[in-house]
């Protein structure tokens, strides 16, 4: 589930009707393919990726620096790993699924759009 308010939005997990878990976010969720996990950017400078495990609603590591982007999730295999298409041609950070940075792809990646990041076409590279 997400809610949005004013300039923040909040995940939980809603089985049976009821709240499992609350957090604070400054932009979408994405969740992992395979349901395990949800990866966010928290409000604040810098920003920071946390990723959290989907059923607890707890951090699966230590939430790490990131670039405002847009957040893809995919499978190498039955890894969940997590790419983050950085705003304005800023490349490609990858993830593993406890938000560990791995690598960065210094490709041109579409531009912002509209008046968000989230708001045009990104690709994902997961």
């Not at 495990?53 to 190498?76: F, I, K, N, Y």
């Not at 490609?92 to 990041?117: I, K, Q, S, W």
């Amino acid at each position: 589930m997400l809610v949005r308010d004013a300039r923040r939005q909040r995940v939980g997990a809603l089985p049976g009707g009821r709240l499992r878990w609350l957090a604070l976010t400054a932009g979408p969720v994405a969740w992992s393919p395979d349901d395990r996990y949800a990866a966010a950017l928290t409000p604040g400078r810098p920003r920071r990726l946390t990723v959290f495990d989907a059923g607890t609603g707890q951090p699966v590591g230590d939430p790490v620096v990131q670039a405002e982007g847009s957040l893809h999730w995919g499978m190498r295999g039955a890894e969940a790993r997590l790419a983050v298409v950085v705003a304005d041609r800023g490349g490609v950070d990858v993830h593993d699924a406890y938000g560990r940075h791995r690598y960065h792809l210094p490709v041109a990646t579409t531009r912002r759009v509209g008046r968000y990041f989230h708001d045009g076409q990104e690709r994902p590279w997961a």
